[in-house]
T-cell receptor, first 112, second 114 residues
């Protein structure tokens, strides 16, 4: 299927543990960041976003942290559940281009 | 609301054939987008339409054309398909533009070019 030849970084966690998914971005001019969740056979689903004037934003069971000094973004998922198993993408937007650029993704595998 | 819908779900083409991928949204969104996703990669923007009547190139526009038929519909056309266009194609929409609003994605069209 569409995963043939896929070599995504994989994070394997136990159900109930916290998960941290990391993302490095390259464009220091990027000023808006989004995390998407993509389940097998489906389109990406918005999880949470953060603007560059913030370093932390919390949602329901998820937290995004932004470190502009080292151009690093992370997604923390509390009390990970089997339904959280998916590929997670970070995406960035530069104010100059206004185009959404996706990272390569991380596969989160939740073990029961 | 159905959200963003795409047709067809699957398609097999021979090299050189043409086809149009259809996308429609019922959220009254102004902006619509076409992406492609290749194995092991994130989505790459092909074309987008910031508002009805306008279209602009994205990161990988070569080999594609688009039409913003009306506010609801945004189609992607492959005039002469090539094996390199084998991919999963996603349509998305947002209320006011990439920067300010969440993009909502359709379920995708899986295209195989032989």
């Amino acid at each position: 299927g569409e995963s043939v030849g896929l070599h995504l970084p994989t994070l394997s966690v136990q159900e109930g543990d916290n998960s941290i998914i990391n993302c490095a971005y390259s464009n220091s001019a990027s000023d808006y960041f989004i995390w998407y969740k993509q389940e097998s056979g489906k389109g990406p689903q918005f999880i949470i976003d953060i603007r560059s004037n913030m370093d932390k934003r919390q949602g329901q069971r998820v937290t995004v942290l932004l470190n502009k000094t080292v151009k690093h973004l992370s997604l923390q998922i509390a009390a990970t559940q089997p339904g959280d198993s998916a590929v997670y993408f970070c995406a960035e937007i530069s104010g100059a281009t206004n185009k959404l650029i996706f990272g390569t993704g991380t596969l989160l595998a939740v073990q029961p | 609301n159905a959200g963003v819908t795409q047709t067809p779900k699957f398609q097999v083409l021979k090299t050189g054939q043409s086809m149009t991928l259809q996308c429609a949204q019922d959220m009254n969104h102004n902006s619509m987008y076409w992406y492609r996703q290749d194995p092991g990669m994130g989505l790459r923007l092909i074309y987008y339409s910031a508002s009805e009547g306008t279209t602009d190139k994205g990161e990988v526009p070569n080999g594609y054309n688009v039409s913003r038929l009306n506010k609801r519909e945004f189609s992607l056309r492959l005039e002469s398909a090539a094996p390199s266009q084998t991919s999963v194609y996603f349509c998305a929409s947002s209320a006011a533009g990439i920067k300010q609003e969440t993009q909502y994605f359709g379920p995708g069209t899986r295209l195989l070019v032989l």
